[in-house]
């Protein structure tokens, strides 16, 4: 009796498993479609390939259509997603370890007309281009057409897209100087010489980077050095910091090109993201390391952070014990192309 139980509940499995396992009926089309990021970012002018459309069990192949892109708002079709516009692209890969000179970088990029917004017809996947410089900032509704074998849908915003302006730059860490005794390597530590104070500002105890965007182009970093009362140190006073032997990076190690003026350093850039990329795993990273020697320098200020207490000022004192070099540290990122200022406010006392 029990064998024949147990044949019975093994013939029950056994039906029951294959009937889990029936496929999905050939030209099943959901009405479930989606995308993961929902809502997607973009940003402006940033080249971005999404991932796929999620099927939801629908059967391949799928031909996927833009039907239109609608502002969230006021349900109104945004033509300049539809417009084709002038992008610079690379027609080689941009190396920023050969591709040292402004002939050498036209020889790979061109002009080229492009849609800001393009499906993918098998993937569904968005590809968006640099020419969404051109989209405004808004929400936006998504409305696609899906066929595949055996029916055709259409979904009225399936997903919503984010339009937003870039962020055109980045403090990594903190910039700062060490002071050091003219003619050693030996520095002089004051409490508190490298810690934030504010990092929105770009500010430490000693140092103060300010940056500012001037211009759409052309894309170039003009780096200005002042002493603790605005007056500007000439370009030649902004040194390699010696390592050993060699020299640490500074932003010549990225640009392409740079002139020394009398108020300035300029930088002239291929791309953003500046430092590219390559950069990040190389030795000390985006980090621009450079000295001034005693000839610019009378005397630094010593901050006592200990004793600050905001909003009142920071307490600072003035040490000129003997002639002293130092040596600036900073970091940043641009993702915005252009031409910017860099000015590097140092609590330093100019000959």
């Not at 050969?98 to 993918?120: E, G, H, S, Y």
């Not at 200005?224 to 932003?251: E, H, I, M, W, Y």
């Not at 010549?252 to 430092?275: E, G, H, I, M, N």
Request: hydrophobic share 35%; charged share 20%.
């Amino acid at each position: 009796m029990k064998k024949y139980i147990i044949s019975g509940l093994f013939i029950l499995l056994v039906i029951t498993g294959i009937m889990s396992c029936k496929k999905t009926q050939i030209g099943y089309l959901s009405d479930n479609l989606r995308y993961s990021a929902n809502p997607l970012t973009v940003i402006q002018g940033q080249f971005m390939l999404t991932d796929g459309i999620i099927p939801d069990n629908s059967t391949p192949p799928f031909k996927i259509t833009l039907l239109n892109i609608r502002n969230k708002q006021t349900g109104i079709r945004e033509e300049s997603f539809f417009k084709e516009y002038d992008v610079a692209i690379w027609k080689t890969a941009y190396d920023p370890t050969t591709d040292t000179t402004l002939t050498l970088i036209n020889a790979k990029r061109d002009i080229q007309k492009k849609l800001p917004f393009n499906v993918l017809p098998v993937s569904g996947q968005y590809l968006i281009t640099q020419a969404t410089e051109n989209v405004p900032v808004g929400d936006y509704l998504v409305d696609l057409q899906v066929e595949n074998p055996h029916g055709t849908k259409t979904y009225l915003g399936i997903n919503t897209i984010s339009v937003t302006k870039p962020v055109q730059y980045e403090y990594v860490n903190a910039p700062y100087f060490i002071a050091l005794k003219a003619g050693t390597e030996t520095s002089i530590r004051f409490p508190f010489d490298d810690q934030w104070v504010n990092p929105d500002l770009g500010q430490t105890t000693n140092t103060t980077l300010t940056i500012r965007k001037v211009a759409n182009s052309p894309n170039q970093i003009v780096l200005k050095v002042l002493d603790k009362n605005g007056s500007v140190l000439p370009g030649q006073a902004l040194q390699q910091r010696p390592s050993g032997n060699t020299f640490l990076k500074t932003l010549s190690t990225f640009a392409y090109k740079t002139t020394v003026t009398d108020t300035a350093v300029l930088y002239d850039y291929a791309q953003t993201r500046f430092p590219d990329v390559y950069w990040d795993k190389q030795s000390n990273g985006l980090n621009c390391y450079y000295r001034i020697y005693s000839q610019y320098i009378a005397s630094i200020d010593t901050a006592d952070a200990k004793n600050w207490f905001p909003p009142k000022q920071l307490p600072y004192g003035t040490w000129n014990k003997y002639p002293v070099n130092i040596n600036i540290r900073f970091n940043t990122k641009l993702y915005s192309p252009g031409k910017y200022i860099y000015e590097l406010k140092l609590r330093l006392t100019k000959k």
